[in-house]
């Protein structure tokens, strides 16, 4: 089994959109920057680091970026059996796997990044990651410090992060070294994430999750709230706003993972941190990282490498490389043709849909495995609509 991981705030970097403006996928960003009102290409391609600490601008860019990546991976034909994502990438996951369309997704990081810097200023503080120290040392270290300071991250074994007011994070980290810590790292966050501090934006959220209405998905995500996976629209209200303020319970999201049969970790966007904690807390991971298109190749070797090919489709049938999907040419509603039913014959050119009255149609021939996209679902330029098997 295949997991699909998504990174999350801090993760961004200087032109890092640059190894993907001749790509096809950098439709994605200009996508965005007409949903947000906001430039992203910019962002990603002259935006220097201080700019890219802003809460408003490190949310949308990752999120793009994540995306941009899977619109290119979905190409060669994989699909993954579960997804997850840490803090922000929960969003990408939840637009990965359809509860959210990609413009749903845009406004909401937009509405989450905002209402999270606002909480920034109205509560200030900070976080930092405490390595090698258990998880229940660093918590009774916060304890101890007997101030407003809590566990954000419960990341991978020995690596956690705290936070909380400026003087708590201080007192917890004097705490920690007195109980033996071996190190606690600041963190450059413009706030005291994943704690009490960020409960006006989670109350300012709540509206925004609602009106997004996420649906039903054939794939599960994981939550970083209580570690189990969830295919059902409606849990995602109560989760999405739950996550601002609880801890990202990362290493169990993984073991949760492990359990359900997920050997194979790919992770989609800047960065490769998740990369590593998957490394750190499962001994038979096999890990790899996707962030620009000359990576594309090592992925398919990858993949071929480990016998893992096959990957589990929306209908439990394998997916290969070899393997076609057809997407979306226009944004809009999609009504699908409903005399074609799985295991249906298509010729290059049948007409698998419409879109706002322009025919979608397949540029390939092969079996029709599945449809990706349902029946009154609207999307994005782009998107992908169903599976083709090659004949």
């Known amino acids: 089994m295949l997991a699909f991981t998504f990174p999350g705030q801090g993760s961004q970097r200087p032109g890092m959109g640059r190894p993907w403006v001749d790509h096809e996928s950098w439709e994605l960003v200009e ?4 949903i947000s009102g906001r430039d992203v290409g910019r962002l990603m391609l002259d935006a220097d680091a201080e700019e890219l600490k802003d809460t408003r601008n490190a949310q949308l860019m990752t999120f793009v970026s994540s995306l941009m990546v899977l619109d290119a ?3 060669l034909g994989l ?6 994502g840490h803090s922000l990438g929960e969003y990408t996951a939840l637009s990965a796997t359809g509860a959210l369309s990609f413009e749903e997704g845009v406004r909401l990081v937009c509405e989450r990044a905002d209402a999270m810097h606002e909480a920034g200023q109205t509560n200030p ?3 930092a990651a405490v390595l090698g120290m258990d998880d229940d040392d660093v918590e009774i270290a916060c304890r101890r410090a007997d101030d407003d300071v809590w566990v954000a991250n419960f990341n991978a074994p020995g690596q956690v992060v705290i936070a909380g007011s400026i003087g708590g994070v201080a007192k917890a980290t004097a705490v920690v070294k007195e109980m033996g810590g071996k190190k606690v790292m600041p963190l450059q966050v413009a706030g005291a994430f994943h704690t009490p501090y960020m409960a006006p934006a989670r ?6 999750i609602a009106s997004a209405n996420p649906r039903d998905t054939e794939v599960p995500v994981i939550s970083n709230v209580d570690s189990l996976a969830h295919d059902k629209g409606d849990d995602w209200a109560s989760l999405l706003s739950a996550q601002l303020s609880s801890p990202v319970r990362w290493k169990h999201s993984l073991l949760t993972m492990s359990e359900l049969g997920v050997v194979d970790f790919v992770e989609l966007g800047p960065g490769g941190v998740l990369t590593g904690m998957a490394k750190r807390t499962l001994d038979n991971a096999r890990t790899i990282s996707v ?7 090592k992925l398919i070797e990858w993949v071929n490498a480990g016998k893992s090919a096959a990957v589990v489709a929306h209908q439990g049938e394998h997916l290969f490389a070899t393997e076609r999907v057809v997407v979306s040419p226009v944004a809009g509603v999609f009504t699908p043709v409903g005399t074609l039913a799985d295991g ?3 010729e290059v050119g049948t007409v698998l849909g419409d879109i706002g009255g322009e025919e979608v149609r397949s540029p390939f021939a092969g079996i029709l495995q599945s449809y990706i996209a349902v029946d009154g679902e609207r999307v994005t ?9 090659t004949a």
Do not use: K
Request: with cysteine; proline share 7%.
């Open 203 to 208: 109350d300012r959220l709540r509206a925004a």
């Open 31 to 34: 996508e965005a920057s007409s």
């Open 79 to 84: 699909e993954p059996s579960v997804c997850a």
């Open 125 to 127: 503080g900070t976080m």
């Open 381 to 389: 330029r782009r998107q992908p609509i169903a599976w083709l098997r």
């Open 291 to 297: 962030a620009t298109p000359e990576e594309l190749d």
């Open 73 to 75: 991976v979905e190409r």
């Open 344 to 346: 249906t014959l298509i």
